[in-house]
């Protein structure tokens, strides 16, 4: 299901440092998605106004989910810029990982963005975001 | 590095490569549906797979590369080998092309579609393919002149999250109550991962995709065939069921187009198809999946296993050759 396909472009995001905290509302982080999603990855470039980049123990939550949805290995590398088709998740792991980190975080992905995210860190850099407008008293 | 990259470029010293040729097929035909497939813990032989990797171009090598450990990269590999050596063997205009020479390009919404250029530089292939892959099976559907989604699964696979809650929170209303009514546990896990196959199937024949074409907004069921009154003869094998897709959210004409097939494949797993119904068909019953599938290892041999106990029909109306 997953399909395996060229990435030639990949922007890297301007702030990927999860020890860093309150970024600038004005930084955005551009990611590509063709070629490096699961599923048909959207060719639109997801735009994330990165408010709030992740703290690391959301990171570390996000790892440990994926490791498990996965059944990855402990020899296996896994850090905050490794993207989800690299590990071989298809879309019904794309799908169970977000469950998991809505239920996890109780917040609520809508479809439309759960498969613009490639990376742990653009996935808990959205976690974090939504996390924020939840507690701001948004949706 | 690892090891199978290190193996692959020892071996690409020592080896000049001159692939042996690919035996040419016939294409299908506007009703046809081909499924090509490969298991990869077939390929052990480096050397082949190292013949494999002159198909790719940079980028898809680079893509292959990438991927975290060997079995994960000989999957992609052979994922991309099998869609370049399968429809380069189509004749189009009569000859076999050159695999590498093939060019892929995506749809808005990411879909892997042949870039052709015919020779009046208008026409679109009429070639058109969908691929699928599991940790143990990749396949790759072709099919002419209609979309084709497909989607392949282990029957083994088991689900992280309850079912029922995943199933709220993804698929539709009827498709959560036919589940819950299921009370046998594995049979329940069972129908969702087949439920799953066509759903996905359905979406990648639209070519959107689980983004852009959410699974809560279609229904898929699978009726019996007494409920549409026709007659079963022809199609002892499939217990004569067709699937359907229904939505709120799009207009009867365009849910009504499509058509299924889901059958188990390998003994391991269950595949689902999704195509085009050809357009002179009405609101009545649409011909079956007329179907042929083969287990091949690129340049090395082909084996047909549609009509034997490797493909066993479970839903929609299949007939195969």
């Known amino acids: 299901m997953a399909s395996v396909s060229a990435t030639c472009l990949r922007f890297q995001p301007l702030c990927s440092q999860s020890n860093k905290t309150n970024q600038a509302a004005g930084l955005k982080l551009v990611s590509v998605g063709w070629g490096k999603s699961t599923g048909f990855p959207s060719l639109t470039a997801s735009r994330f106004r990165v408010s709030c980049a992740a703290k690391p123990e959301t990171v570390e939550k996000v ?57 742990v860190q653009e996935v808990a850099d959205m976690i974090e975001e939504l996390v924020q407008k939840k507690a701001a008293g948004g949706s | 590095m690892s090891s199978f990259v290190q193996k692959m470029r020892s071996f690409q010293r020592n080896f000049s490569v001159s692939p042996f040729p690919l035996l040419p097929l016939q294409l299908p035909s506007p009703l046809e549906t081909h499924v090509w497939f490969v298991m990869p813990d077939e390929f052990k032989s480096v050397s082949l797979l190292n013949q494999y990797m002159e198909l790719l171009s940079p980028c898809e090598k680079e893509n292959v590369l990438s991927m975290r450990g060997d079995q994960l990269q000989k999957r992609a590999l052979l994922a991309r080998t099998l869609v370049r050596t399968t429809i380069a063997r189509y004749q189009i205009n009569n000859h076999v092309v050159d695999p590498r020479s093939l060019k892929f390009k995506r749809n808005v919404h990411g879909k892997p579609q042949l870039e052709w250029e015919s020779d009046d530089g208008q026409c679109p292939s009429p070639l058109h393919f969908n691929i699928s892959h599991t940790s143990s099976l990749i396949a790759c559907g072709v099919t002419v002149n209609s979309p084709i989604g497909i989607d392949v699964e282990e029957k083994q696979r088991k689900i992280k999250n309850d079912i029922l809650a995943f199933a709220r929170r993804y698929f539709s209303l009827h498709e959560v109550e036919h589940l819950s009514a299921i009370s046998d546990s594995e049979v329940q896990r069972q129908e969702f991962v087949k439920l799953w196959t066509l759903k996905e199937a359905y979406v990648k024949a639209l070519g959107r995709g689980f983004s852009a074409a959410p699974f809560k907004t279609f229904t898929i069921r699978i009726k019996n065939a007494t409920e549409r009154g026709f007659d079963c003869s022809d199609y002892l094998e499939s217990g004569a069921s067709e699937v359907v897709v229904e939505s709120s959210d799009h207009p009867v004409s365009l849910t009504n187009n499509w058509k299924f097939g889901l059958f188990e494949l390998a003994s391991s797993h269950y595949a689902a198809i999704c195509t085009e119904k050809e357009k002179t068909s009405d609101d009545g019953m649409s011909a079956p999946m007329r179907l042929t599938v083969w287990k091949t290892i690129p340049f090395v041999e082909d084996e047909c296993i549609s009509g034997t106990e490797a493909v066993v029909p479970i839903a929609g109306l299949i007939k195969q050759f």
């Open chain 1, 63 to 119: 790892i440990n989910i994926v490791r498990k949805q996965l059944a990855l290995t402990p020899e296996t590398v896994l850090t905050n810029e490794t993207e989800f088709v690299e590990l071989g998740a298809d879309s019904l792991d794309t799908v169970e990982i977000v469950m998991t980190l809505e239920e996890e975080f109780d917040i609520n992905v809508e479809e439309e963005n759960s498969q613009n995210v490639s990376t």
